[in-house]
Every structure is written in structure tokens, then in C-alpha cells.
């Protein structure tokens, strides 16, 4: 079974960064393809970056495109996701998800999520 725990989130002024963690136990991420989506209460979730399982082609929505940036540490079993310059509209809990299946992973659908980790953008 694999187990996702979210990390790295907090309150940042606009213009800041962040660093979120995304650390995976009970089989290697590598076999997976991971992603992050947020959601603000009252709205939907958003489906923000992700990195395929075999050839780590990324993906990022077009609302952070330029801004966040998708790794993964094999050797920590952790993904990443580097967020710049960021903006009030970033807030939000941010989640990090992971299945077997780039595709799936894209249209929103995964069969492991993690408890997720809110991040504040406010001066």
C-alpha cells in the first residue's frame, strides 16, 4: 500500500516561495506518476502539476506554468513541487496524489492521495 504525506506548506507573502514535499512509503514513487492539486473550499479542485512514472515528462497547469516547478528524488522517494513568485490566488490546501497512469493522473482520477498541506499567500 502506498502512503503519501504532504509537507512544506505555511504562510508566505506574495512574490514568495515555497517547497512542498511529497514523501511516499510502502513502494517506490518511481513506479508511479505523481501530481498536485489544491482546492479552495467552496470550489474545485484544481489538478496543478504532475511527472510521469517512466520518462518524468511534466505537466503544469497554465494558471502556475512558469512559476512552480515538478522534481522527483528517486533516492528520497519524495516528489517536489518549487512554487515562486507566488500569488494570493495560490492558496489552498494542497494535495499530492499518485496512479500508475499519466492519463489518469491528468484527468483528475488516482487511486492514492495524501492528507494535504495548506498554503497561505497574504501580506
Known amino acids: 500500500q502506498l502512503e503519501l504525506v504532504e509537507s512544506g506548506g505555511g504562510l508566505v507573502q506574495p512574490g514568495g516561495s515555497l517547497r512542498l514535499s511529497c514523501e511516499a512509503s510502502?513502494?517506490?514513487?518511481?513506479?508511479?506518476?505523481i501530481g498536485w492539486f489544491r482546492q479552495v473550499p467552496g470550489k474545485e479542485r484544481e489538478g496543478v502539476s504532475c511527472?510521469?512514472?517512466?520518462?518524468?515528462?511534466?505537466y503544469y497547469a497554465d494558471s502556475v506554468k512558469g512559476r512552480f516547478t515538478i522534481s522527483r528524488d528517486s533516492a528520497k522517494n519524495t516528489v517536489y513541487l518549487q512554487m515562486n513568485s507566488l500569488k494570493p490566488e495560490d492558496t489552498a490546501v494542497y494535495y499530492c496524489v499518485a496512479d500508475a497512469w499519466f492519463d489518469r493522473v491528468r484527468s483528475g482520477q488516482y487511486d492514492y492521495w495524501g492528507q494535504g498541506t495548506q498554503v497561505t499567500v497574504s501580506s
Open positions: 510502502g513502494f517506490p514513487l518511481d513506479y508511479y506518476t
Open positions: 511527472i510521469r512514472n517512466n520518462d518524468g515528462i511534466t
